[in-house]
């Protein structure tokens, strides 16, 4: 099993739809965890870090769920600027940081 | 802007060299970490410095080396360059040491292509 793992893309939504992106991962010693957003070609920029108690930014939303090793985040109203792969970021056991292979989100006109 | 710069932006190598990445860390970060992200893929954990150590490494082989100078910037060496190698190369810039791993900060990136 892989240490983080995400839904497949990509998502196709027209403007204004809300999407949601799941993520589970597999070390339940893991402590932190964040959402980057990686556009075509450029470093991931971190959009957000996840707390167990939930988290808002505007029209970004994360949630994290300890007990069932999930962590998702919803976007409303979405933007065609919103276009871009979305990673989950989990701290591994060995390593620093865990990426999942990431989710494509076009949003379109 | 995050503030950690890299070079080269490309680099073009053939089978068998040795390449340098160069990476300088935000200001007042003392952490710098290294990803390998290959194409359709998230990027993989290379290995971290901390004040100078190596604090931590992915799996990858020896021939991936690297090194934190005083003033906290980085290099990334990779000897017998293999075609595998041809990926993005981050550097990603944090406060701490990353066994809490703390908010990091990436680069722009070296895009290396092994010929």
């Known amino acids: 099993r892989k240490e983080v793992e995400q839904d497949p893309g990509p998502f196709n939504v027209p403007e204004g739809a809300t999407v949601a992106f799941n993520c589970t991962y597999s070390?339940?010693?893991?402590?932190?965890f964040f959402w980057y957003r990686q556009d075509c070609r450029k470093e991931p920029k971190l959009l957000m870090s996840?707390?167990?108690s939930g988290n808002e930014d505007g029209r970004f939303t994360a949630q994290l769920n300890r007990a069932s090793q999930y962590i998702s985040l919803l976007i409303r109203d979405s933007k065609l600027s919103d276009s871009a792969t979305y990673l989950c970021?989990?701290?591994?056991?060995?390593?620093?940081?865990?990426f999942g292979k990431g989710t494509r989100l076009s949003v379109i006109a | 802007e995050t503030g950690v710069t890299q070079s080269p932006t490309h680099l073009i190598k053939t089978r068998g060299q040795q390449v340098t990445l160069r990476c300088s860390s935000q200001?007042?970060?003392?952490?710098v970490s290294w990803y390998q992200q290959a194409l359709g893929q998230g990027p993989q954990f290379i290995f971290q410095?901390?004040?100078?150590?190596?604090?931590g490494r992915g799996n990858f082989p020896p021939r991936f080396s690297g090194l934190q100078f005083p003033n906290y910037s980085s290099e990334l060496n990779v000897n017998a360059l293999e075609l595998d190698d041809s990926a993005l190369y981050l550097c990603?810039?944090?406060?701490?040491?990353?066994?809490?791993?703390?908010?990091?900060?990436f680069g722009p990136g070296t895009r290396l292509t092994v010929t």
């Open positions: 990603a810039s944090s406060l701490g040491t990353g066994v809490l791993p703390y908010e990091q900060y």
């Open positions: 070390n339940s010693a893991s402590q932190s």
């Open positions: 996840v707390y167990s």
């Open positions: 970021v989990v701290n591994g056991g060995n390593t620093p940081l865990v």
């Open positions: 200001s007042g970060h003392n952490t």
């Open positions: 410095y901390y004040r100078e150590e190596e604090n």
